[in-house]
């Protein structure tokens, strides 16, 4: 074989191999990627060459390029640029010294100089020093102290020290203890510090622990490995080679803990592959593979009965003996559908048989309780629904745009109880921060408000410049003034106050710097079905811009702001028609939802809904992925079909 030739095989080889495996789901620390990816991870991941997503930083803390949010791509096997997020480091704030050079904040290993007054050395004793941007802030906190032949004990709180002598000589030791619950900055419950020349080498402080230390995971681990976790920090597990995790991979610190509870590790051995199918025989618990100790049920088709234990074990990587279905020669016959009090049969029939079914309704002002379908078999009838008055009970609150709820949720709330939501960062918060369950219904949610910055494009548009050119990565939040000065030999005359823009909700009105040739204003914006602009007004000078906001459950496609420019408007965006969920399309295509939390009102374009077969249907396209999964588009929804499985 030539050199060229196993160049090509190599080198299709490694493509392919690429293709193949993609880009794990990334571990992201002091940031985070959309909550569904982890919840979905197995559908998501791997993610295929190019794909993108979208990296946010946790106040504080930037990309290396200094951005609070940014786009990774999926390359061969790894994410570019890395999903890292770093402590932003800000300007020094000294007393009794200097920083040479300062800028308002520092990116990744950035340097920083600074020089401490007569009678002030450094924190490493010396009269300059040059402190470097890393990751979890300046390599040493840049701090002037004053040469002092001793030191004072500060005062502890949440802890104690172990001497009651408070006055100490340079090179004397300083022993202390946090209380329960609380713990040194290196994450112990107890730590020292000396006494130097510049005074103590470290504070002593006692702060909360927010979540237990995790304990070593036996044939496994887990990282990042640090040794105090704080709200809202996420650890991933992994297994050595031969185990699997049982459990979650990923769990976060809340204010109450871990959640979920740390995995452990398992055999791959002990694994069972999917339980088998028999003939004639349903099976009722999941099909995906199982792990020692889980169980898997079954039950006949119709007019066959079951022989051996409905119930089987995955004992050591293998299944107890299955039963079998044996073919009864008659039909059996059932007696009539029970009876549900405030409740009625649909369509009832004079005579039943195993394997027909009945659909039960309820009166006005009853809602029912439990399956509103059952079947009979081998001659007798489940216990049927329920009819239950309606209650007052709201179930899980709706999502907050750009903020999320304190605690985790719940399934349901009692009438009046109350759920409280925060905004993410840099966003502040419209109206009350509790909502309350009133008679079945959520109270209106509050509004996150966007934070803006500045758009270079839009400044060139409008002949403008920053006042204050530290600004440009600045995040300014929601009725913020932003200041301008036009660029050189443009008019001014007309802003005799200063040139300034204010934040509103992501979006920045920036003024206009004038030209001697006096351009043609807007009239109204262009009328979006289903929106409105904010603060509309009757006339726009050019340059200026427009905000439209979508009616509620609307999708919003295209830009928010559209520009005025010399007498015309930008192309305005559209707003897509949510879509709503129909029950008598559900029904004719015997399919029921799969997922509670999908019984809501409306789905916004481009949604997922999840489907699964009603009993005894099977689904159509068996080999096709996701196939009983459909997304709402454009308003509409294409229903997945099942039909009466074969007997």
Not at 509 to 529: F, H
Request: proline letters at 7%; glycine letters at 6%; hydrophobic letters at 30%.
């Amino acid at each position: 074989m030539s050199v060229y030739k196993f160049c090509i095989l190599l080198l299709c080889h490694w493509f392919c191999f690429a293709q193949e495996n993609g880009c794990d789901l990334p571990v992201v620390e002091n940031g985070k990627i959309a909550q569904y990816y982890y919840v979905f991870k197995k559908f998501y991941f791997p993610m295929k060459e190019g794909k993108k997503l979208s990296l946010s930083c946790a106040a504080g803390y930037s990309t290396q390029s200094g951005k609070q949010e940014e786009q990774i791509t999926c390359k061969g096997v790894a994410w570019e640029p890395a999903s890292l997020c770093f402590k932003k480091c800000i300007k020094p704030s000294l007393n009794h010294g200097n920083v040479h050079n300062p800028k308002d904040s520092y990116k990744f290993l950035e340097r920083a100089h600074y020089s401490c007054l007569e009678g002030y050395v450094t924190v490493s004793g010396n009269q300059t020093e040059e402190v470097q941007c890393l990751a979890n802030g300046w390599s040493s906190q840049p701090e002037c102290h004053q040469i002092s032949d001793g030191c004072e004990a500060p005062r502890l709180y949440n802890g104690h020290y172990t001497t009651t002598k408070r006055a100490f000589h340079v090179k004397e030791i300083l022993q202390y203890q946090c209380d329960e619950g609380y713990g040194t900055p290196s994450g112990r419950t107890a730590d020292e510090t000396e006494c130097l020349l510049r005074g103590w080498s470290s504070v002593p402080q006692c702060t909360k622990q927010s979540c237990k230390e995790l304990q070593p995971v036996q044939n496994g681990g887990f990282y990042p490995v640090k040794a105090m976790y704080v709200d809202r920090d996420v650890v991933q597990f992994f297994c050595t080679e031969g185990y699997i995790l049982r459990d979650s991979e990923l769990i976060q610190c809340y204010s109450f803990g871990w959640y979920p509870e740390p995995p452990s590790c398992e055999e791959k051995s002990n694994k069972c592959p999917p339980p088998p199918r028999p003939a004639h025989i349903i099976l009722l618990t999941d099909p995906a593979v199982h792990r020692n100790g889980d169980s898997a049920r079954y039950e006949c088709d119709y007019n066959y009965m079951l022989i051996g234990s409905e119930e089987i074990y995955c004992e050591n990587g293998r299944w107890t003996a299955p039963p079998s279905c044996v073919e009864l020669k008659e039909k059996l016959k059932c007696a009539p559908p029970p009876y549900v009090e405030n409740g009625e049969v649909m369509l009832q029939a004079e005579v039943y048989y195993s394997g027909d079914r009945v659909n039960f309704q309820c009166a006005e002002g009853y809602e029912i309780q439990g399956s509103s379908e059952i079947i009979c078999k081998m001659g007798k009838w489940p216990e049927p629904p329920k009819c239950k008055a309606k209650s007052d009970f709201c179930q899980i609150p709706p999502p907050l745009t750009n903020g999320e709820l304190i605690d985790l949720p719940s399934l349901s709330y009692k009438n009046s109880e109350s759920v409280e939501y925060r905004c993410k960062s840099y966003h502040l918060m419209e109206g009350p921060k509790t909502v309350n369950c009133t008679h079945g219904k959520w109270t209106e949610l509050p509004t996150c408000l966007e934070p803006c910055t500045v758009s270079v494009d839009l400044m060139r548009q409008r002949n403008l410049e920053l006042k204050w050119s530290f600004e440009m990565d600045t995040y300014f939040l929601h009725g913020d003034m932003i200041e301008f000065v036009c660029k050189d030999d443009l008019d001014m005359s007309e802003h005799p106050e200063g040139l300034k823009g204010m934040c509103q909700r992501g979006n920045i009105r920036y003024p206009t710097c004038s030209r001697k040739d006096k351009l043609n204003a807007c009239g109204p914006p262009p009328l979006v079905k289903n929106g409105r602009v904010l603060a509309p007004q009757e006339n726009y000078e050019s340059g200026s811009s427009a905000v439209y906001m979508c009616s509620e459950h609307h999708f919003l496609n295209g830009s928010n702001t559209v520009q005025c420019s010399d007498g015309d408007w930008d192309h305005p965006p559209t707003c897509i028609e949510p879509c709503v969920l129909s029950k008598e399309e559900m029904e004719r295509n015997q399919i029921r939802l799969r997922w509670s939390f999908d019984n809501k009102d409306y789905f916004y374009h481009g949604e997922y809904i999840e489907f699964l077969c009603i009993d005894g249907h099977e689904n159509t396209s068996p080999t096709i992925m996701f196939s009983l999964r459909a997304q709402c588009s454009d308003g509409q929804i294409k229903y997945p079909k099942c039909v009466l499985r074969a007997r």
